[in-house]
Each structure stands twice: as C-alpha cells, then as structure tokens.
C-alpha cells in the first residue's frame, strides 16, 4: 500500500478510519437486507393466509 509509505504519521489514522468506515458500511447493508428478508417473508405469509379457500 503507498498510503501507508506516503501517508506519513497520519497514516495509521487513516487506514484506522476505513475501517471502521468498511466495518459500518458493512453492517448497515447487512442489516438491510435483513430486514428485507424479514419483511418479504412477513408479506407472502400475509398473503398466504388472505388467499385462503373462502367459506
């Protein structure tokens, strides 16, 4: 990596920053996809149960 050659003292912060900004990004996508899933499965078990043979 040059940044950590050409970066100079400020170097360790840097890269300290990415990751945690990496850290976080990740965990906000994890997250979101998550809930996603969550909520696809909540609206076809919805829909499972209103499309049901009607009496």
Same mark, same amino acid.
């Given at each position: 990596?040059?940044?950590?050659?050409?970066? %100079?003292?400020? =170097?360790?912060?840097? *890269?300290? +920053?990415?990751?945690?900004?990496?850290? #976080?990004?990740? %965990?906000?996508? =994890?997250?979101?996809? *998550?809930? +996603?899933?969550?909520?696809?499965?909540? #609206?076809?078990?919805?829909?499972?149960?209103?499309?049901?043979?009607? +009496?």
């Amino acid at each position: 990596m040059t940044l950590l050659t050409e970066g %100079g003292r400020y =170097a360790p912060y840097i *890269l300290a +920053a990415f990751a945690v900004s990496a850290v #976080v990004f990740a %965990g906000l996508i =994890a997250d979101t996809l *998550l809930r +996603a899933r969550h909520w696809r499965r909540e #609206v076809e078990r919805l829909t499972r149960r209103d499309s049901g043979p009607a +009496a």
